[in-house]
């Protein structure tokens, strides 16, 4: 397993850094984000040190994302959420701040609960053509 001694992620799988751990496997580590968003806001991280998503090799990322459903399902016995959020940010202007892959779990408790999704849809911006142009240029370039 890679680590990197100035990530502060990699600190806390480590134990050189306290955190509020919710699981442990061999794999991952999930944690409760010091900045609780809403009751019960947890990171899950690779054990592995990897940047984001796109550093991030399949093995690690299989290893990730399958532990979700299992983490996300003890959130959900533990606070009874009406809702869950999942959330990966990349590169700073995405709003990443920690350079170690990490997914953010927050329930969801109702409109006012502190966590406001927002985004603007552009349907009316692109037409079916302009559509399948986009999903082309994607699929091309998947290896």
Known sequence: MTHDSSCIFCKIIN???PSAKVYEDEAVYA????SQVTKGHTLLIPKT?????YSTDEQTAEKL????PKVANAIKNAFEPIGLNLLNNNEAPAGQS???LHIHLIPRYGENDGFEPN?????DDYSNDDLQAMAKQINERIS
Do not use: M
């Open 15 to 17: 134990g050189d850094i």
């Open 49 to 53: 040190h990897t940047q984001d998503i």
């Open 98 to 100: 920690v350079y170690h």
């Open 31 to 34: 944690f409760l984000d010091i």
């Open 65 to 68: 994302f399958a532990r979700v």
């Open 119 to 123: 985004w603007i849809v552009h349907t």
